[in-house]
Structure formats: C-alpha cells, structure tokens
C-alpha cells in the first residue's frame, strides 16, 4: 500500500505531470497529420526520454501515444482521412456528420467516446496487471520460450497477408537483433568486425528507419503522384446543436461505449491484433444491435462511439501482456517496451517486485493522461484542428530532419545516423515488397530474451529435448505455435485456391 | 521502374531472400560466430534456426505461387499507381518501386551525415534543409528559407543547450 501511495505521488509531482501533459497534447497533433501515427511519432521522440527520468520516460510516452490515438480522429472526421490506421471506421460517420456542418459535434463525440473507453481499458488494466504478474512469476524458461515463440508467431501470423511472410519478417528481426555481443561467450557475433556493431543494433535509429523515415520515403512516393496532400479543414457551423454533444447524447450510447470497450480491451490484450481490428469489430457489432442500423455510415454519433471508444481502449489493455509477460502485443507497446529497456528496466512480471513504486507511478501517469487528453480535447479542439492543414511540403522535410537528428542525439553517434538511413531504405522495401515492419521489429526487440530463454533451457535440462513435455504449460504452448503456424499457412492455400 | 504485377514482386522478393538466407547459413553465419564454448547452446543455433526459416518459408511460398501460375490463377496486376488506395483506408503502399525517388532522398541524407564531420552542422544541415524542400516541391523562396533557418536553429541549441549533445557548428 505505501508502494502504491508512494507511485502516485511521484505520478503527481509537477515535473512529470508536464511531461504527461506535453506528450498528450504532442500526440494529439501528430495524430491529427495523415501519415503520421502514434508508434512513429514515439520512435521520434524516444532519443528525448534519454534525458528523463523513468516515470517522466514513460508517461510521456504513454501520453504521446494516447493523444495520437484521439488525434487520427481529427483528420478522419475532418478530411476522411484517417490520421492513423484505427480511426479508420471513425471516417464512415464522422465525414458525413463534417459534410453537414457538425464537424465539431463529430470530433466532441470522438473525444468523449475515446477518453470513456480509454478510462476504462486502464481501470482494466491496473486492477488486473499486479495480480496476473504475480501468477506469471511461476513460469520458467521453457514457459517463456514458449511463449515468445508463440507471439512472434501469432504476430507473423496477424501482422501480414501471409504468415510466411510474416515468419521471413520476424526471424529478419531475429537476425538483427543477435547483431552484437554474444550473451555466453561474450564475443562479437554477426558484426563483420565493424567494431561499432559489437554493442548490437540500438533501437532507436532501428525504429526511426523502419517506422518514421520509410513511411516518409513512401508518402513522398504519394505526393509525388498527387496523392495524400492535405487539403484545407472543413467550415464548422455556428449552431449550438451542431457544435456540442449534450448529456443525453451521450448517455444514449452507454451500451455502445461499454461494448466498445470491452472490445477493445479484448483485442488490446491479444497480441497481434491491434486497434484497427477492435475499431471495425466495434463498429460491425454496434451496426448490428442499433435500432437504426441503416443510418450507420450517413452520420450517426453511434458509429463514432463505437469506433472510437474502442480504438482507444486498445491502448491500456495491450499493456496487459507486457507488464504481466514482457511480449508487446503490437509496434506502440514493442516501441514502449524499448523505452523501459533504455532505462535500464525489462518489462514482464519482475518489473511489479523490483520496480513496485515505478509501476504505480505509472499507472497513475496513464489516469491522468486520460484526464488530460479530455481538457486538452475539450479546449484545444479548434487548435488541432489546424495541424490537419501543414501543408505536406513542409511537414515532411521537418520529419525526415528530424529523424536524422533523433538517431543521432541517442548517442551521439553518426554511425547510428546511417544505421537509421540503412533501416529506412529497408523499411522502404519491406512495405513495397509487402513484408510486416511489425513482425521484423517484435523480432527484433524480442530476440534477447527468447535466446536467454533457450540458454536457460538447454543448460537447466542438459540437451534433454524431451523437457517441453515435462512442463505441460511449455508443451501447450508450443503446440499452440505450431498450430497457429500450420492453421494460417493453410488457410493461404485454401484462399489462394 | 515500372510497376510489377504481383507475382514477378513475390518472384523477386523470395528469389533475393533465397540467395540472402543461402549466403547467411553458407558465409555469414559460420565466419562471423564465436565457436561453441563447449556448455549452453551453440552461438550459431539462433542465427541458423532464423536464416533456415527463412529459407524454408520463402520455398514454400515459391512452390505455393508456382502452382498458382500453373493453375492459372490470375494474381492481379497492379497497373493503377496506387491500387489499392480505393479500399478506404488509405494505408496500402505503392504498387511500384521507384528508385530514383529513394536514391533522392538518400543521397542527400547521407551527405547531410558526411557534411557534419567536414564542415560542420550548420551549413550542411542548411544546405540539406534547402535542397529537401526543393525537392519535395516547395517552391516558395521565403518559405523555404525561413524554414531552413528556423528548423536549423532550433535543432541547434535543442541538441547543444538543452540535451549538452556535442555537435561540430561549423
């Protein structure tokens, strides 16, 4: 109890609240910009957190990433361009609610329905992650192997259009990430004697190239062809009723927003899924138990509950997996999980024993980043509004400046500059070649500990192969991954046929 | 380059990761793995496990789109720029690889790199902020000046007075 007091009182002191604040009021802007969503933009910012404490680290972060979610919406409602792919099904009602003048009414029920379902999913989410943590403190080695080959696995699976795909992405990553310093012998491995290799890969210039500078590399490609530029916001009516969301409009989608986030909690926790999946999901099941199902897609506040509350509940509950297991279920929460790794933590359920009071100070973080997405929502709306028309001439050579500079400033180190230049031309290809970014990084971060785990086993069971059948949790989840593994790569053949 | 139909995009793609995986588990893998210590597993195990997926998958997928073709299965050509842009989301990728447009942009990345240990940070990265607007199209002399400069300056003493990150000025 006082570790628990202890955390949200460093959560309310003024240096991080600033930094909670600045980062969701950061992430809504970023958002807000077609092309840019929440895991590029804390690719970004991540070479900043070197110089923050833990908590400031990580509730910035974690702000920066809430606000991106909300902010997709702004663009999506507005231009029917999604700012980030989960906003998506926000475009099919929040447009034509802006093509009749009540914009601003679309995008107040964005922010209401995303803060509810955001709330919720981190209620969720602190109540359970302590005790599931608890429990999954009894898994050994052979569990965690286990269990990392079978999220790599789901997300090779999900990820992409083919697990195949999927599974070359990931062990690509896999590959990468052993870049370095052998953890047994402690000698250069893969390094081709490039001496600056043998501390490994860092993240960051990894994640920027992959993330940031590939995508920028891709909608240039766009804007050269004349596609993608923003256009100018649309005019928002000056009546009361199509400005504001009143009481009762609100509470009319309580059912909605409930559903919603249970949804997203849902998906949130699997990994693999993401929040476009909880958004569509939403938005199909709540098309389907309205009373007026055939005004969804011509305006309907129900749509937008739906999509947005459960997007946004997407983002505490895929913290789940990784406070309780260390396995980041999508790219916001693997980039999340390289931040704890930068501050010399490892995510997973040691981080409750060792780092109780930072864990609860974090919790704390991610209540008031909720609490101040809603004012930062509620009186900067117009302002936001305003980021969806950078023009794209300007916007991107700022990002692809910035990407420059942000692999630099981690380290001070040139050579990570051109590792970030080397991953974005990467980057660039697996998107063409329609490769999953997604598996290649999870891979990536996820290597150390999967190959940790395979020493710990083989040195614990001396070479005994037939250890996974001694351990019937190891043993189930292996044959889950080799289910997934087979039951995707079949059900290509069938599609295919 | 002109846009490729899917299957002679699969076909590059798996024929690439092939000889990738090929020359990592060949060349690669073995002359740049510390020997086996004697206790734990190999160093080479994880890296051979990862490159033989690799080369496993891509076959199959080669075997998978060559009875495609045999079967006369029609993969779509993607002859619009941007084919799959009318799904709605807007968040498919280009059907075509267009290198120039990469090399563009890379090559002035990379002297932007070179030019910061020659001559300093300021004027290659002014250089760099002038020639990326131009070549994203900007034509507006103001514009692009003022934004150069700003962009520039700001960076500057971010990077040097409010991170203390050692950068060469000029």
Same mark, same amino acid.
């Given at each position: 109890?006082?570790? !628990?007091?202890?955390?949200?009182?460093?959560?309310?002191?003024?240096?991080?609240?600033?930094?909670?604040?600045?980062?969701?009021?950061?992430?809504?802007?970023?958002?807000?910009?077609?092309?840019?969503?929440?895991?590029?933009?804390?690719?970004?910012?991540?070479?900043?957190? #070197?110089?923050?404490?833990?908590?400031?680290?990580?509730?910035?972060?974690?702000?920066?990433?809430?606000?991106?979610?909300?902010?997709?919406?702004?663009?999506?409602?507005?231009?029917?361009?999604?700012?980030?792919?989960?906003?998506?099904?926000?475009?099919?009602?929040? #447009?034509?609610? @802006?093509?009749?003048?009540?914009?601003?009414?679309?995008?107040?029920?964005?922010?209401?329905?995303?803060?509810?379902?955001?709330?919720?999913?981190?209620?969720?989410?602190?109540?359970?992650?302590?005790?599931?943590?608890?429990?999954?403190?009894?898994?050994?080695?052979?569990?965690?192997?286990?269990?990392?080959?079978?999220?790599? @696995?789901?997300?090779?699976?999900?990820?992409?259009?083919?697990?195949?795909?999927?599974?070359?992405?990931?062990?690509?990553?896999?590959?990468? =990430?052993?870049?370095?310093?052998?953890?047994? @012998?402690?000698?250069?491995?893969?390094?081709?004697?490039?001496?600056?290799?043998?501390?490994?890969?860092?993240?960051?210039?990894?994640?920027?190239?992959?993330?940031?500078?590939?995508?920028?590399?891709?909608?240039?490609?766009?804007?050269?062809?004349?596609?993608?530029?923003?256009?100018?916001?649309?005019?928002?009516?000056?009546?009361?009723?199509?400005?504001? $969301?009143?009481?009762?409009?609100?509470?009319?989608?309580?059912?909605?927003?409930?559903?919603?986030?249970?949804?997203? !909690?849902?998906?949130?926790?699997?990994?693999?899924?993401?929040?476009?999946?909880?958004?569509?999901?939403?938005?199909?099941?709540?098309?389907?138990?309205?009373?007026?199902?055939?005004?969804?897609?011509?305006?309907?506040?129900?749509?937008?509950?739906?999509?947005?509350?459960?997007?946004?509940? $997407?983002?505490?509950?895929?913290?789940?997996?990784?406070?309780?297991?260390?396995?980041?279920?999508?790219?916001?929460?693997?980039?999340?999980?390289?931040?704890?790794?930068?501050?010399?933590?490892?995510? =997973?359920?040691?981080?409750?024993?060792?780092?109780?009071?930072?864990?609860?100070?974090?919790?704390?973080?991610?209540?008031?980043?909720?609490?101040?997405?809603?004012?930062?929502?509620?009186?900067?709306?117009?302002?936001?509004?305003?980021?969806?028309?950078?023009?794209?001439?300007?916007?991107?050579?700022?990002?692809?400046?910035?990407?420059?500079?942000?692999?630099?400033?981690?380290?001070?180190?040139?050579?990570? $500059?051109?590792?970030?230049?080397?991953?974005?031309? !990467?980057?660039?290809?697996?998107?063409?070649?329609?490769?999953?970014?997604?598996?290649?990084?999870?891979?990536?971060?996820?290597?150390?500990?999967?190959?940790?785990?395979?020493?710990?086993?083989?040195?614990?069971?001396?070479?005994? @192969?037939?250890?996974?059948?001694?351990?019937?949790?190891?043993?189930?989840?292996?044959?889950?991954?080799?289910?997934?593994?087979?039951?995707?790569?079949?059900?290509? $053949?069938?599609?295919?046929? | 380059?002109?846009?490729?139909?899917?299957?002679?995009?699969?076909?590059?793609?798996?024929?690439?990761?092939?000889?990738?995986?090929?020359?990592?588990?060949?060349?690669?893998?073995p002359a740049y793995t510390p020997a086996y210590p004697g206790y734990g597993a190999s160093p080479a195990l994880v890296p051979n496990v990862a490159a033989t997926i690799m080369l496993i998958m891509t076959i199959l997928s080669i075997v998978r789109t060559m009875v495609a073709v045999r079967k006369g299965i029609e993969l779509l050509a993607e002859d619009s720029t941007f084919p799959e842009e009318g799904e709605g989301t807007g968040f498919t990728q280009a059907g075509r690889l267009d290198i120039p447009h990469l090399i563009r942009f890379?090559?002035?990345?990379?002297?932007?790199?070179?030019?910061?240990?020659?001559?300093?940070?300021?004027?290659?990265?002014?250089?760099?902020?002038?020639?990326?607007?131009?070549?994203?199209?900007?034509?507006?002399?103001?514009?692009?000046?003022?934004?150069?400069?700003?962009?520039?300056?700001?960076?500057?003493?971010?990077?040097?007075?409010?991170?203390?990150?050692?950068?060469?000025?000029?």
């Amino acid at each position: 109890m006082e570790m !628990i007091l202890a955390g949200l009182m460093d959560s309310l002191s003024p240096v991080s609240l600033i930094y909670v604040f600045v980062g969701v009021a950061v992430g809504v802007a970023i958002g807000a910009i077609p092309g840019i969503n929440g895991p590029m933009a804390i690719a970004l910012f991540i070479p900043l957190t #070197y110089y923050m404490s833990p908590l400031a680290a990580i509730g910035f972060l974690v702000g920066l990433n809430k606000g991106a979610f909300f902010g997709g919406a702004i663009s999506a409602v507005l231009l029917r361009t999604p700012g980030t792919p989960e906003a998506a099904a926000t475009t099919w009602d929040g #447009y034509p609610l @802006t093509d009749q003048g009540k914009g601003e009414k679309a995008l107040r029920m964005a922010l209401y329905s995303s803060v509810s379902g955001d709330f919720i999913s981190t209620a969720v989410l602190v109540l359970i992650a302590a005790p599931l943590a608890t429990v999954a403190l009894y898994m050994g080695p052979p569990e965690m192997f286990a269990l990392i080959s079978l999220a790599l @696995t789901v997300i090779a699976g999900i990820g992409t259009k083919s697990i195949s795909r999927g599974l070359v992405a990931a062990s690509a990553g896999l590959l990468a =990430g052993m870049i370095g310093t052998e953890p047994v @012998t402690a000698l250069p491995r893969l390094t081709f004697d490039i001496y600056q290799l043998e501390s490994g890969l860092s993240l960051i210039p990894v994640a920027i190239g992959l993330l940031a500078f590939s995508e920028i590399l891709i909608q240039l490609e766009r804007l050269k062809f004349g596609v993608g530029d923003n256009e100018g916001a649309r005019r928002f009516s000056d009546k009361p009723e199509d400005k504001f $969301v009143t009481l009762k409009e609100f509470f009319a989608n309580t059912k909605t927003l409930l559903r919603a986030s249970a949804i997203g !909690i849902g998906v949130g926790a699997m990994p693999g899924l993401g929040a476009p999946v909880a958004s569509f999901l939403s938005y199909d099941q709540a098309q389907k138990r309205s009373k007026k199902p055939e005004e969804f897609g011509k305006g309907r506040l129900e749509g937008i509950a739906a999509s947005e509350a459960a997007n946004s509940a $997407v983002v505490g509950a895929s913290l789940i997996p990784l406070f309780v297991l260390g396995i980041p279920g999508n790219l916001a929460v693997a980039m999340l999980m390289g931040a704890f790794m930068i501050h010399g933590m490892m995510p =997973g359920p040691l981080l409750f024993q060792e780092n109780s009071q930072l864990m609860y100070g974090i919790f704390g973080s991610l209540m008031i980043a909720s609490f101040f997405l809603l004012i930062i929502g509620r009186f900067g709306l117009k302002l936001f509004c305003k980021a969806v028309q950078i023009p794209s001439v300007v916007l991107y050579p700022l990002v692809i400046f910035t990407c420059i500079m942000g692999a630099y400033l981690g380290q001070s180190s040139m050579f990570d $500059v051109m590792v970030m230049l080397v991953f974005g031309v !990467i980057g660039y290809f697996m998107r063409k070649f329609d490769f999953s970014y997604v598996a290649f990084l999870i891979g990536f971060i996820l290597v150390p500990e999967w190959e940790r785990a395979l020493q710990q086993v083989v040195i614990i069971s001396q070479f005994d @192969t037939f250890m996974f059948f001694r351990r019937p949790v190891a043993m189930l989840l292996m044959a889950l991954t080799f289910f997934v593994v087979i039951r995707t790569f079949l059900a290509g $053949v069938r599609k295919k046929d | 380059m002109a846009a490729l139909t899917r299957i002679q995009r699969d076909t590059l793609a798996y024929v690439l990761i092939v000889l990738a995986s090929v020359v990592l588990l060949v060349w690669v893998i073995p002359a740049y793995t510390p020997a086996y210590p004697g206790y734990g597993a190999s160093p080479a195990l994880v890296p051979n496990v990862a490159a033989t997926i690799m080369l496993i998958m891509t076959i199959l997928s080669i075997v998978r789109t060559m009875v495609a073709v045999r079967k006369g299965i029609e993969l779509l050509a993607e002859d619009s720029t941007f084919p799959e842009e009318g799904e709605g989301t807007g968040f498919t990728q280009a059907g075509r690889l267009d290198i120039p447009h990469l090399i563009r942009f890379i090559v002035p990345s990379v002297l932007f790199v070179i030019g910061i240990n020659t001559v300093g940070y300021i004027p290659s990265a002014l250089g760099f902020m002038l020639l990326l607007q131009f070549l994203v199209g900007s034509r507006n002399p103001v514009r692009i000046l003022v934004l150069s400069v700003v962009a520039v300056a700001f960076m500057y003493a971010a990077m040097r007075y409010g991170f203390g990150v050692p950068i060469p000025g000029y």
